[in-house]
C-alpha cells in the first residue's frame, strides 16, 4: 500500500494527497524491501512510459490521470532516467491546485522531487553515466512518471549508497532546514532554537543539522497517545527537548529555560496559535522563520511583559508577486493587530502612545509605498531567490521570511 512520505499531513489536503497516493500506487508497485511501494512498472519500452499527468488546475483527485506519455528520442546532451522514488510534498498538490508560487505549463506531469537512476546517456554527456543516481535541480520538472529523457543539465547526481528514501527527499527538506539555520541567524554551539511540527521532514532535518552544530533544539508537537514513543524517536536524531505544544503556555517551559538558553531563532511550519507562542519564548531581537502554513491561520503578535511585540515578517518566494501581496497581508495584520490593542486598553491611549501610532501609520505607508515600487518596477530585490539553493538544486518550500522585531513600550 502506498504511503506518502512527506510527514507532515495537511488535515484539509489529506484526502487530496491519498487520492494521488491511489494513482501513484498504479505507477510505482512493490519489487522488493529494498525499493519498497517505489518501484517501477516492469516491461516498459524505452519510446513510452507512464505518467500522473494533469491538464487543468483543480482537486487533484479530479485532474491527474494515469497515462501513457510519449518519451522523446535521447539527444547528444539528454539522458535516459527511470524514476526509483517519488514522494508525494504538499507542493505537489499545491502546484495541481493552481496556488503554488511557480505553475509548469500545462499539461504537467506531477511531482517536485524524487530520484532517479540513469539508463542511458547521450555522446556528449560528461557527468553522468548508465547506473548513476540522479534528483531533479529545479521544481516542476515531473517526477510522477516511470522513465523520462531530460538535459543533463536538468538533474544532479547524488551517492547511490545512501537510504532510496532518503535521495528521493534530498532536494528539499534537508536543504530548507539548512538554509533557515544559516541564513537568519548566527547560531553557536550551545544556543538554542524553537520549532513546531518538529516531527515533520523539515522539523527532523533541523534536529539532525543543528545537532551536529552543538545548537539546542527544542521540539515542539501536538499532544497524541504515541507521544513519548515519537519523543523518544526525535531524541534518539538528536533533539534537546521534546515537548507539547501544551508545554508553552504552562511553567513547564519556564523550567525547561532554567537549563537551556532562550532561543535566538523560531522556525514556524504551522501558524496561527502554534506560531503565536514561539514569539512569546524568543530571545528579545531573535528572528521567526516561517516555511509553512499547515493551520491555515494567520501569524498573530504576543502582547508580552507590557511590550507589544511588532515583527515585519518578509516572505521569500521564487515569485516577486507572491512575496510583496504576503508582506503586505502581513504588515496589515499586525496594524490591526495594534489598532486592537488599543481599543482593547484605552488607559494606555495617552500622548506618548498616539505619537507610537502615527509613528507606525507613517512607516507602514511607506513600507507600503517601497513595496509596490519594487513590484512595478520589478526590482532585483525580488530576483528569483538565489540563497534557496544548495548545491545547485531549489528548494522547495520557498516561503522563507525573517522577524526583525520593533518594541514599543506601554506605559
Same mark, same amino acid.
Given at each position: 500500500?502506498?504511503?506518502?512520505?512527506?510527514?507532515?499531513? &495537511?488535515?484539509?489536503?489529506?484526502?487530496?494527497?491519498?487520492?494521488?497516493?491511489?494513482?501513484?500506487?498504479?505507477?510505482?508497485?512493490?519489487?522488493?524491501?529494498?525499493?519498497?511501494?517505489?518501484?517501477?512498472? =516492469?516491461?516498459? $519500452?524505452?519510446?513510452?512510459?507512464?505518467?500522473?499527468?494533469?491538464?487543468?488546475?483543480? @482537486?487533484?483527485?479530479? !485532474?491527474?490521470?494515469?497515462?501513457?506519455?510519449?518519451? /522523446?528520442?535521447?539527444? =547528444?546532451?539528454?539522458?535516459?532516467?527511470?524514476?526509483?522514488?517519488?514522494?508525494? #510534498?504538499?507542493?505537489?498538490?499545491?502546484?495541481?491546485?493552481?496556488?503554488?508560487?511557480?505553475?509548469?505549463? &500545462?499539461?504537467? !506531469?506531477?511531482?517536485?522531487?524524487?530520484?532517479?537512476?540513469?539508463?542511458?546517456?547521450? $555522446?556528449?554527456?560528461?557527468?553522468?553515466?548508465?547506473? @548513476?543516481?540522479?534528483?531533479?535541480?529545479?521544481?516542476?520538472?515531473?517526477?510522477?512518471?516511470?522513465?523520462?529523457?531530460?538535459?543533463? @543539465?536538468?538533474?544532479?547526481?547524488?551517492?547511490?549508497?545512501?537510504?532510496?528514501?532518503?535521495? =528521493?527527499? &534530498?532536494?528539499?527538506?534537508?536543504?530548507?532546514?539548512?538554509?533557515?539555520?544559516? @541564513?537568519?541567524?548566527?547560531?553557536?554551539?550551545?544556543?538554542?532554537? %524553537?520549532?513546531?511540527?518538529? #516531527?515533520?521532514?523539515?522539523?527532523?532535518? !533541523?534536529?539532525?543539522?543543528?545537532?551536529?552544530?552543538?545548537?539546542?533544539?527544542?521540539?515542539?508537537?501536538?499532544?497524541? /497517545?504515541?507521544?513519548?514513543?515519537?519523543?523518544?524517536?526525535?531524541?534518539?536524531?538528536?533533539?534537546?527537548?521534546?515537548?507539547?505544544?501544551?508545554?508553552?503556555?504552562?511553567?513547564?517551559?519556564?523550567?525547561?529555560?532554567?537549563?537551556?538558553?532562550? /532561543?535566538?531563532?523560531?522556525?514556524?511550519?504551522?501558524?496561527?496559535?502554534?506560531?503565536?507562542?514561539?514569539?512569546?519564548?524568543?530571545? %528579545?531581537?531573535?528572528?521567526?522563520?516561517?516555511?509553512?502554513?499547515?493551520?491555515?491561520?494567520?501569524?498573530?503578535?504576543?502582547?508580552?511583559?507590557?511590550?507589544?511585540?511588532?515583527?515585519? &515578517?518578509?516572505?521569500?518566494?521564487?515569485?516577486?508577486?507572491?512575496?510583496?501581496?504576503?508582506?503586505?497581508?502581513?504588515?496589515?495584520?499586525?496594524?490591526?493587530?495594534?489598532?486592537?490593542?488599543?481599543?482593547?486598553?484605552?488607559?494606555?491611549?495617552?500622548?506618548?502612545?498616539?505619537?507610537?501610532?502615527?509613528?507606525?501609520?507613517?512607516?507602514?505607508?511607506?513600507?507600503?509605498?517601497?513595496?509596490?515600487?519594487?513590484?512595478?518596477?520589478?526590482?532585483?530585490?525580488?530576483?528569483?531567490?538565489?540563497?534557496?539553493?544548495?548545491?545547485?538544486?531549489?528548494?522547495?518550500?520557498?516561503?522563507?521570511?525573517?522577524?526583525?522585531?520593533?518594541?514599543?513600550? %506601554?506605559?
Amino acid at each position: 500500500m502506498w504511503v506518502p512520505l512527506h510527514a507532515v499531513c &495537511l488535515r484539509s489536503q489529506r484526502v487530496c494527497r491519498l487520492s494521488v497516493a491511489a494513482a501513484v500506487s498504479q505507477c510505482f508497485r512493490h519489487r522488493d524491501a529494498s525499493v519498497s511501494h517505489f518501484s517501477l512498472l =516492469a516491461g516498459l $519500452s524505452a519510446q513510452t512510459c507512464k505518467a500522473l499527468v494533469y491538464r487543468t488546475h483543480g @482537486d487533484p483527485s479530479r !485532474v491527474v490521470q494515469l497515462e501513457g506519455v510519449a518519451l /522523446p528520442s535521447l539527444g =547528444a546532451k539528454d539522458v535516459l532516467v527511470k524514476v526509483l522514488a517519488a514522494p508525494i #510534498n504538499p507542493s505537489d498538490i499545491n502546484m495541481i491546485q493552481g496556488t503554488y508560487a511557480i505553475l509548469p505549463d &500545462l499539461p504537467a !506531469v506531477g511531482g517536485n522531487e524524487g530520484v532517479a537512476q540513469v539508463v542511458e546517456v547521450g $555522446s556528449q554527456v560528461k557527468s553522468l553515466k548508465a547506473g @548513476d543516481w540522479v534528483i531533479p535541480k529545479d521544481a516542476g520538472l515531473g517526477t510522477w512518471r516511470t522513465q523520462a529523457v531530460l538535459p543533463e @543539465d536538468d538533474v544532479i547526481s547524488v551517492p547511490n549508497d545512501i537510504p532510496l528514501v532518503s535521495a =528521493a527527499t &534530498l532536494g528539499v527538506n534537508p536543504c530548507t532546514a539548512f538554509r533557515m539555520l544559516s @541564513d537568519f541567524e548566527d547560531l553557536n554551539p550551545g544556543d538554542s532554537v %524553537i520549532q513546531n511540527a518538529a #516531527n515533520s521532514g523539515v522539523g527532523q532535518a !533541523v534536529i539532525q543539522i543543528a545537532a551536529a552544530r552543538g545548537i539546542n533544539t527544542i521540539n515542539v508537537i501536538r499532544d497524541r /497517545p504515541e507521544f513519548t514513543e515519537l519523543s523518544d524517536k526525535l531524541k534518539a536524531i538528536g533533539a534537546s527537548h521534546v515537548i507539547k505544544e501544551e508545554a508553552l503556555r504552562k511553567h513547564e517551559i519556564k523550567e525547561l529555560f532554567k537549563t537551556c538558553p532562550k /532561543p535566538k531563532l523560531a522556525l514556524n511550519g504551522v501558524g496561527g496559535k502554534s506560531a503565536t507562542e514561539l514569539l512569546r519564548h524568543l530571545q %528579545i531581537g531573535g528572528s521567526m522563520v516561517t516555511y509553512g502554513g499547515m493551520s491555515k491561520q494567520p501569524v498573530t503578535v504576543p502582547v508580552v511583559r507590557g511590550k507589544l511585540h511588532l515583527p515585519f &515578517l518578509q516572505s521569500f518566494t521564487l515569485d516577486r508577486r507572491g512575496a510583496c501581496s504576503v508582506s503586505v497581508r502581513v504588515v496589515l495584520t499586525l496594524f490591526s493587530h495594534l489598532l486592537d490593542t488599543a481599543k482593547r486598553f484605552p488607559n494606555i491611549m495617552n500622548s506618548h502612545f498616539k505619537v507610537q501610532m502615527f509613528f507606525f501609520s507613517f512607516m507602514l505607508y511607506v513600507y507600503m509605498c517601497f513595496l509596490l515600487l519594487l513590484l512595478f518596477l520589478e526590482c532585483s530585490y525580488f530576483q528569483r531567490c538565489e540563497g534557496s539553493r544548495i548545491l545547485g538544486n531549489t528548494v522547495e518550500e520557498r516561503s522563507l521570511s525573517w522577524y526583525v522585531g520593533m518594541e514599543f513600550q %506601554i506605559v
